[in-house]
């Protein structure tokens, strides 16, 4: 199957690793605008070769777009303007409402599968990619029923060659979720290191910082070029949930302001239970619309 993989970082790069090494890809085209990421990525072997955007799509079965989500609205309607009848259009974007209403009217609407596999690390780069990185993550399939079957299904096909679970929402339900979930985490990393970054003892902060800071902070290591046009394409929910974040934060805080100790001890035992969730090897499957969605539930 000829792919072709816009943005060879590490989402992409990773990407051509998987799909090559499972036999998923017969032939992978390489596309990115930074000749730095071109040059690493055929010198680590990612891709066959790197190819204009025009050239690239040209016969393709799947094209895979893996940008920042600001290119991408650049990108996709490009891409959509040039393929042939026969191929696949998804993209890995960790927005989707303002990307699927930009092409909601476009005549090959039907060949796009808006995707965004939950899975990554705070680095950057053909370097950076890793095999296996999206094994046993969820991938967020949006809107499925504005897709074609038969484009649905390639799509399908490859997270679960990839050993990736299949979730279905609406490009809202996704952005909702992905804030509290992926974009609060991050705004809450660059603040954080932003507060330690600001104290004037900060050299001997940094000197004690050990396992539990950063892995805190890790990732405020994230790229400043995908994470502000996320922000900003999702920041209806993400301040929503910056909100929500604050008012337990000023919780914490008027606990010990207060001397609510006992307060405190419930807060923190509260927040315990979160290991049970994410712990947790419980799994209900429910039927919606012929589709499997997945929900996690507290183990029993």
């Known amino acids: 199957m000829k792919t072709t993989i816009v943005g060879l970082g590490l989402i992409g790069g990773s990407l051509a690793k998987d799909l090559r090494r499972l036999h998923f890809a017969t032939e992978l085209i390489g596309i990115d605008t930074n000749e730095l990421h071109t040059k690493q990525a055929l010198e680590l072997g990612l891709v066959d070769r790197i190819e204009s955007l025009e050239e690239g799509i040209e016969g393709s079965d799947l094209v895979i777009i893996a940008i920042p989500v600001d290119k991408e609205l650049e990108v996709l309607p490009a891409v959509l303007n040039r393929i042939k009848s026969n191929t696949t259009v998804t993209d890995m974007g960790s927005t989707k409402k303002t990307i699927t209403r930009l092409v909601q009217n476009h005549p090959r609407r039907r060949q796009f599968v808006p995707s965004h596999p939950m899975s990554g690390t705070e680095d950057s780069g053909p370097a950076s990619a890793l095999e296996e990185l999206f094994r046993g993550k969820i991938a967020i399939i949006c809107d499925h029923e504005q897709s074609g079957p038969q484009h649905l299904a390639l799509v399908e096909k490859m997270f679960q060659t990839l050993g990736m679970d299949i979730a279905y929402m609406t490009s809202d339900e996704q952005d909702h ?70 008012q337990h934060l000023q919780e914490f805080r008027n606990c010990m302001k207060n001397n609510e100790f006992d307060k405190l001890e419930e807060l923190i035992t509260n927040a315990n239970s979160i290991r049970t969730i994410l712990d947790g090897e419980n799994k209900t499957f429910i039927k919606n619309e012929e589709k499997i969605v997945k929900l996690y539930t507290k183990k029993q």
């Not at 660059?190 to 507060?195: D, G, K, S």
Request: hydrophobic share 45%; with cysteine.
């Open 177 to 246: 979720s992905t804030a509290f979930v992926s974009h609060l985490p991050h705004a809450a990393a660059f603040a954080l290191a932003n507060a330690v970054q600001a104290k004037t003892d900060r050299n001997i902060i940094f000197d004690l910082a050990s396992g539990g800071f950063r892995s805190t902070v890790r990732l405020a290591k994230s790229s400043c070029s995908m994470w502000k046009p996320i922000f900003e394409q999702n920041s209806e929910y993400v301040v929503n949930s910056l909100d929500v974040y604050i």
